[in-house]
């Protein structure tokens, strides 16, 4: 009988799954920019924060509120 070696095979853990085990077991943050449960302060922390760390990321449309 041979044996798939550890990782393989198997169901995948969905995404949010995934996120959600890394910031409770490591501590580690993994969020959208645009993520939907976020208000728009927070969108813009999380926006900042990528920039300060990271670099300028994508670019965002401007939306204009006539």
């Known amino acids: 009988m041979r044996w798939a070696p550890r990782g393989y095979g198997g169901a995948r853990r969905p995404p949010e799954q995934v996120k959600r085990d890394g910031w409770r077991e490591q501590g580690v943050l993994?969020?959208?920019?645009?993520?939907?449960?976020l208000s728009w302060p927070?969108?813009?922390?999380?926006?900042?924060?990528?920039?300060?760390?990271?670099?300028?990321?994508?670019?965002?449309q401007e939306t204009r509120h006539d």
Request: overall charge neutral; glycine content about 12%.
């Open 42 to 60: 927070e969108r813009e922390l999380i926006r900042q924060l990528g920039d300060k760390l990271y670099g300028a990321g994508r670019k965002r």
């Open 30 to 37: 993994v969020v959208e920019q645009d993520d939907e449960r």
